[in-house]
Structure formats: structure tokens, C-alpha cells
């Protein structure tokens, strides 16, 4: 059993080699702590932005294309500032301060956004349900508070679920299965909030008032703090390693100066140290590839190195330092292609609302009426079922094909997730099509909602479920597995920044369609009055772009080499 360095709540060093801390400590044991404070932080997350895009538009008084684009970009921002938090976890705080810190800006962001809809001053003045005056000043503050909570998320994303793995340890097998699992009972919180909150938070935004609406999310997130510190006493903490970025530019500043060193052919000779240890805080050695050689001139030993500048790692780089930065390259181009599958993802609260807003939203006969938004449930349910079933079922038959111990490798996994996002995009075009046809045919131009169920919409939210529990949790997984040991939140903020990159690809090509399709005078694709519009043909460009992207991740993932890690953690 390898030791590893771990901080106790009192800030001093212990190891999980010591068996007594082992029994007392980690595992899942300290996980519902964990699952617990995702699960309140998610509701208050979903609860809060599910909606947002109407509350632009009928708070905030702005168009349908505005109101896209902002909380496209909204949306963006909050997958964008875990590189922040994963920073300044990996490089100095650590995980568990990393998390706690940034949930007090996640509170005061969701206090303020509470009041910005509920204080005389704050508010918009609104005349009737959907028709507000909101001053430039109110609209400020609202965005503010969102733009605070973006920041508060940013520590909060990257860090959680790496905390989570970092409680099972990779040196022990039983533990390490475990970890698989861990992953898909995360998700499936995330979701069991997302499912309350696009449920009963979204009907009391619309039916009671936003300042409940916003308001529950505020308590959801207090609790999620009080989750987290609860477990303080089970958790296993790991060591920072030291900025992650620092040790990324000595190797490629080290390179270019030694671009004219030639690499010897005995990789053995390359720089590294003598002990099982890596000279990185948290992390293992990692061992030689063959991928990238330029970057082993890092690690030539010269006679320079060795009367001048021995222990400059500006200079000289140990091998294990070259292959965190492989580790690294080798993953972006798998990055890359999760764009696209976000910008899918993104529609469930862009497009797909404002599509259901146009359509019947009654419960059979009765004079309930369900809000567009809270379809996403069916989002939800299609996970809720789907994890289970690829837990207990799919892993278990596919091991017995494959001989892997988890049934498909993380690659495999996020490939089938990708295919079934293409057929969530033809499910949403045939629908707007076949509204439109409806739209045409009975002149129904000025009517607010066209007589089709809004339940027609259940497919391409089912499908896009379904898609999520392969890509998304296989991502996840992946990205933490793959990462160099001292980069996990960093990593894990990688992952998390393909759906900011969706998000912003979704809003960009929102602006291009709308530039475009809006000249000489016509509606465009996305008009105010949808029923002169064309959302089906940006469902089908988004289809094409997945079809495409599906082939260039097959090509990629057939590239791909594996990361091999030895020796013990420091």
C-alpha cells in the first residue's frame, strides 16, 4: 500500500498508510457528504438558471435572440471560471478550502440575485406578468449577482467531484473499483436536483414569484455549505502540488533552449529522480512516452546542467514534469470535440424552452399549466433511469466482452454518447417542422401557443438524458483518470470548459444565423414570434456539426495513448 501525503483538519501531515486513519476516513464514508453538498449546490444552480432565459425576456424586457445570448454567455462564463478555482486549488489552497472559499461568493451571488427580485428598488417595475420596465440600474444588479455566482461556481465545479475520487485510493484495488461508481452516483445527484428544480422551482418562478423562485435556490446553496463542512472529519485531503502552470512553462522554456540538444536513445538517460517518489507534491512519477519528443529535451542532463545548474527546473525537467505536459496535449484534441456535444446541451435551456412556450402546455384537459422549462425534468428522468441501468447492468454484461473492468474504456463510452446526441437534434427539427406545417396550415401566425402538446417535446429531452450519462459522466471520468496526479482540478476545469466553448459556439452561431437570415427584411431563423421562424434549421445545422464532430472523435480516440503512472505519491 503506497503512503500518501494527506492534510488532517488541523492543517499538519498525515498518511493513509497509517491503517487507523485509513478505517476512519475516505471511501463512502465521507461521499454522501460530498454527493450531498453537489446535490443542494445543483438545485440551487438549476433552480436558479433553468429559467433564466424567460426572465430575460419578460423581466428584463429583452428580445428573444438578446435574451439567448445573454444566458448563453451567462451560462459560458460559469464553465469557464473553474480555471480559476482549479488553480488556486491544485497550486496553493488545495480542494477542500478551494471549495469552501468560493461558496461564500456562490451564497452572496444567489442573496443578491434574491433581492434583485424581490427589494422595492431592485426590481423591475412590471404592469402586468410579462410587462416590466426594468432601469438600466436594475438590470446592473441582476447581472452582477449572476456574474458573482459564475465566479463562486468556478471553485465549486472542478474541485467536488476530483474530491470525491481523491477519497478512494488508487494503490488499493477494492477502492479503485469503487471509483467508477462514485462518478455515476455524482451524476445522478446532479440530477435528482436538477429534476426538483426543473419541477417545483420553475412552477413557483412562474405561478408564485420570482422572488421565491431565486430565493429557495439562495437557501438550497447555504445548505450545501453546511453539507460539505459536515464531513471535515472524514474527508482525506490531498497536498497542492504547486502551480500547475509554472511547471507547464519550465518544461517548454526548458526545450527551447536545449532545442539543438539531441535526445539520447536510451530514454533511460533522461532526468529523473533516483527514489520511487516524483518530486512533485501529490503526484506519482509517470513514465516515459514516445509521443512529443521535442518536449524530452527538457530532461537531457548536459554538463551545463551539471556544474551550473543543477535543481533549476527552468533548465533541466524531470521526465515526470515532460509527461504532465503530454498528459496534457494528448488530452486537448479529446477536449475539443465535447464542444459541439455541449452545444447541443445548451439548447435544453435556450431554444427547447422557447420552442415549448409556443406550444399547448396543458396537462391533458385539465387547467394545470406546465412551464416550458420545466421539461428539462424529462432530462433528468432519462439520467435518473439511464445511470442505474449502466451501473448495474451494462458494465457487468459488456465486462464480459471486453475483459475491461469497467465494460467500455471512458473513450468508448463518451463515442456512444455523441451518436445518440445527433438523433436528440433530428428529434427537435422533425418537431419544429411538423409545428410549422401546423403553423402554415391553419394560419395559426398570431396565436401565442399552437395546439401540440408540449409533451411531444419528451424525445429530444430523453435523448439528450441518455447522451449525458455516457458523454458526460464518461467524460468526467476520464478527464480525472487521465490528468496528471498534481492536475485533477485543473483537468477536471478542462472538461468543464468544453460546455462554456458550447455554450459561446451556441451563441455565435445565434448571432451568425440571425445576421444573416435577417437581411432584406425577413423574420430569420429566431424571430420574436417563432411561428414566422426557423428554429428547425438551426436544430439540423447543430445535427450536421455532430455528425462531423462523431468523426473526428473516432479518429482521435483511435490516436489516443494512455497514461502510465509508477512509483508512489510524495
Request: charged fraction near 15%; glycine fraction near 8%; include cysteine.
Amino acid at each position: 500500500m503506497a503512503e500518501e501525503d494527506v492534510y488532517t483538519k488541523d492543517g499538519t501531515v498525515d498518511y493513509l498508510g497509517n491503517p487507523a486513519n485509513r478505517k476512519e476516513t475516505g471511501t463512502w464514508r465521507a461521499c454522501p457528504f460530498i454527493i450531498g453538498n453537489e446535490f443542494c449546490e445543483r438545485l440551487a444552480y438549476y433552480g436558479m438558471s433553468s429559467n433564466l432565459v424567460l426572465y430575460f425576456k419578460h423581466r428584463l424586457n429583452q428580445s428573444s435572440a438578446t435574451a439567448t445570448r445573454n444566458n448563453l454567455n451567462w451560462g459560458g462564463t460559469c464553465y469557464i471560471t473553474p480555471l480559476i478555482g482549479a488553480f488556486v486549488a491544485d497550486a496553493y489552497l488545495g480542494r477542500y478550502w478551494t471549495i469552501a472559499s468560493f461558496s461564500s461568493i456562490y451564497v452572496a451571488g444567489m442573496t443578491l440575485l434574491t433581492m434583485s427580485a424581490t427589494v422595492p428598488g431592485l426590481r423591475p417595475e412590471c404592469y402586468s406578468k410579462d410587462h416590466c420596465h426594468p432601469t438600466d440600474g436594475q438590470t446592473a444588479v441582476t447581472f452582477v449577482a449572476l456574474y458573482l455566482i459564475a465566479l463562486g461556481t468556478g471553485g465549486i465545479k472542478p474541485c467536488v467531484s476530483s474530491y470525491g475520487a481523491d477519497q478512494f485510493d488508487d494503490a488499493d484495488e477494492t477502492e479503485k473499483k469503487h471509483k467508477s461508481s462514485f462518478f455515476n452516483w455524482f451524476y445522478l445527484s446532479i440530477n435528482v436536483g436538477a429534476l426538483i428544480a426543473g419541477s417545483v422551482l420553475v412552477w413557483i418562478q412562474d405561478n408564485v414569484s420570482w422572488g421565491w423562485g431565486f430565493g429557495i435556490p439562495a437557501i438550497a446553496m447555504a445548505i450545501a455549505v453546511v453539507s460539505f463542512f459536515s464531513g471535515t472529519k472524514l474527508f482525506r485531503y490531498q497536498k497542492p502540488g504547486g502551480s500547475p502552470v509554472t511547471r507547464i512553462c519550465q518544461v517548454l522554456v526548458a526545450s527551447f533552449r536545449k532545442r539543438k540538444v539531441e535526445v539520447p536513445a536510451d530514454k533511460s538517460l533522461l532526468h529523473e529522480t533516483a527514489d520511487a517518489e516524483s518530486n512533485i507534491k501529490g503526484s506519482r512519477k509517470l513514465d516515459h512516452t514516445k509521443e512529443f519528443s521535442f518536449l524530452d529535451k527538457a530532461a537531457v542532463e548536459t554538463e551545463k546542467d551539471d556544474i551550473k545548474s543543477t535543481g533549476d527546473p527552468w533548465n533541466l525537467c524531470t521526465v515526470t514534469q515532460v509527461e504532465e505536459l503530454k498528459a496534457i496535449i494528448r488530452l486537448l484534441p479529446i477536449w475539443a470535440t465535447g464542444i459541439i456535444f455541449s452545444a447541443v446541451y445548451s439548447q435544453m435551456g435556450n431554444l427547447f424552452v422557447l420552442q415549448g412556450e409556443t406550444m399547448d402546455k396543458f396537462v391533458g384537459n385539465s387547467t394545470f399549466e406546465i412551464p416550458s422549462a420545466s421539461l428539462s425534468i424529462f432530462d433528468t428522468l432519462s439520467v435518473i433511469f439511464w445511470v442505474p441501468v449502466y451501473d448495474r447492468i451494462v458494465v457487468p454484461v459488456t465486462r464480459k466482452f471486453t475483459g475491461h473492468k469497467n465494460g467500455l474504456t471512458q473513450l468508448q463510452r463518451m463515442g456512444i454518447g455523441l451518436f445518440i446526441s445527433i438523433f436528440a437534434m433530428v428529434s427537435a427539427a422533425v418537431l419544429e417542422l411538423k409545428r410549422l406545417q401546423m403553423v402554415r396550415n391553419n394560419n395559426y401566425y398570431e396565436l401565442d401557443s399552437v395546439p401540440m402538446s408540449i409533451f411531444w417535446q419528451v424525445p429530444q429531452y430523453f435523448l439528450i438524458g441518455c447522451a449525458e450519462v455516457f458523454t458526460f459522466i464518461g467524460q468526467l471520468e476520464f478527464f480525472y483518470e487521465q490528468a496528471p496526479d498534481a492536475m485533477r482540478s485543473m483537468c477536471s476545469a478542462l472538461s468543464l470548459t468544453t460546455v462554456a466553448l458550447g455554450n459561446y459556439l451556441s451563441s455565435l452561431l445565434v448571432t451568425i444565423v440571425t445576421s444573416i437570415s435577417t437581411k432584406n427584411g425577413k423574420a430569420g431563423w429566431i424571430p420574436d414570434n417563432l411561428n414566422y421562424g426557423h428554429i428547425d434549421y438551426f436544430f439540423w445545422l447543430l445535427g450536421i456539426l455532430s455528425v462531423l464532430n462523431l468523426g473526428a472523435f473516432l479518429l482521435i480516440s483511435n490516436w489516443y495513448t494512455y497514461k502510465k503512472a509508477i512509483g508512489t505519491l510524495r
